[in-house]
């Protein structure tokens, strides 16, 4: 997929998750580079399914390979999709982070207030193959959906080369 140390750990991410059934759409700076938009990150942005079973295995794969929550989070509490739906609403969270406490680079980001819906980024997604794994990567119209209007100077960028790309593969 991606090489080095990062390629390594995003791979044992992505295995880890599809091994265990989680439901899952990659999104944000990855899923850019996937689609063919070269951008620099270092964390690994994921649409999860929030039906709990899928948020509450991806929990336990990211805790596995060494990952804790940013936030003081139960693990029963992400299998539970009223719990999560009332962090959205009452905290405004958009994101669970899960970083490694010994290599801060290692980190994900399980979207959980995205602003396309986990069943639309999922049903439209683009299925790709890298590092022997079959992935959905959101799809270049999600993408720029999901990055519009957010005000980050870096989303107005990734959405202008997103644009850039739709032109050049619709082609002349």
Request: aromatic fraction near 4%; avoid cysteine; charged fraction near 25%.
């Amino acid at each position: 997929m991606l090489p080095g140390v990062a390629g390594l750990f995003y791979h044992d991410v992505l295995s880890g998750l599809s091994e265990a059934g989680v439901r899952f759409v990659i999104v944000g700076g990855v899923a850019l580079n996937l689609q063919g938009v070269p951008r620099f990150t270092s964390d690994l942005d994921l649409a999860v399914a929030l039906d709990g079973p899928s948020l509450a295995a991806a929990a336990r794969v990211l805790h596995r390979l060494g990952l804790r929550t940013r936030l003081p989070v139960r693990d029963e509490e992400l299998g539970q999709p009223e719990v999560v739906r009332g962090w959205i609403a009452e905290r405004n969270l958009k994101a669970l982070s899960f970083v490694d406490p010994r290599e801060p680079l290692r980190e994900v980001d399980v979207l959980l207030d995205a602003p396309v819906p986990f069943e639309e980024i999922e049903a439209t997604a683009d299925r790709m193959e890298a590092g022997g794994l079959s992935l959905r990567v959101a799809s270049v119209d999600v993408l720029i959906r999901m990055k519009s209007g957010t005000g980050r100077a870096q989303d107005a960028s990734d959405v202008d080369a997103l644009r850039r790309l739709q032109e050049v593969l619709r082609g002349p």
